[in-house]
């Protein structure tokens, strides 16, 4: 079987595992019926957290080498966060290619993509990013920042993100 037929074939199964076995505060679909490779992701924000309350849209692209190489997430939905480039790209070491990085030493190559890994580790990585961010790599340095010495401006910036993403749905 080819990588193309074998990440397919992979897509397809897990997306019916999803859809048997859903991952509490996430919704998984795919954005066209006839891609596997692109997915539209809807994550609830966990309760107990800044974001709890909150329904943020994202979007889960795949390579045509996965699952050698792993997928792209990225918010679709307004969404301010350490770990969440300004253009809404999830950055997560579940989320970087396998391998070292030499410019990330606080990065295992254990903590790194891997074929064995799956769409649901991914989501529930992205939950638990949601659930306690990590300052000391981030993608925002802005709200990186802000999460470090303006803790209050960094929750109302949350709540309002909130409430916006709660207008959305």
């Known amino acids: 079987m080819s990588d193309l037929g074998m990440?397919?074939?992979l897509l397809r199964r897990q997306l019916a595992d999803l859809?048997?076995?859903?991952?509490?505060?996430v919704s998984v679909g795919l954005a066209d019926d006839s891609n596997l490779y692109d997915w539209e992701i809807l994550v609830m924000g966990p309760d107990g957290t800044l974001?709890?309350?909150?329904?943020?849209?994202?979007?889960?692209v795949f390579p045509?080498?996965?699952?050698?190489?792993?997928?792209?997430?990225?918010?679709?939905s307004e969404m301010w966060h350490p770990n969440v480039y300004a253009d809404g790209k999830v950055c997560i070491s579940i989320l970087h290619p396998p391998g070292t990085d030499e410019m990330n030493s606080q990065e295992l190559a254990i903590e790194r993509w891997r074929p064995i890994l799956g769409v649901e580790q991914i989501l529930v990585s992205v939950i638990?990013?949601?659930s306690d961010p990590n300052d000391e790599s981030p993608a925002n340095l802005d709200a990186a920042v802000q999460w470090r010495n303006d803790i209050k401006g960094y929750k109302k910036k949350v709540r309002q993100i909130?409430?916006?993403?709660q207008e959305e749905c």
């Open 7 to 9: 990440g397919t074939e």
């Open 19 to 25: 859809a048997k076995n859903p991952i509490d505060l």
């Open 51 to 60: 974001y709890e309350g909150g329904f943020f849209k994202a979007r889960l």
């Open 64 to 76: 045509s080498d996965f699952p050698n190489m792993p997928p792209t997430m990225t918010f679709v």
């Open 128 to 130: 638990s990013m949601l």
């Open 162 to 165: 909130v409430r916006k993403s």
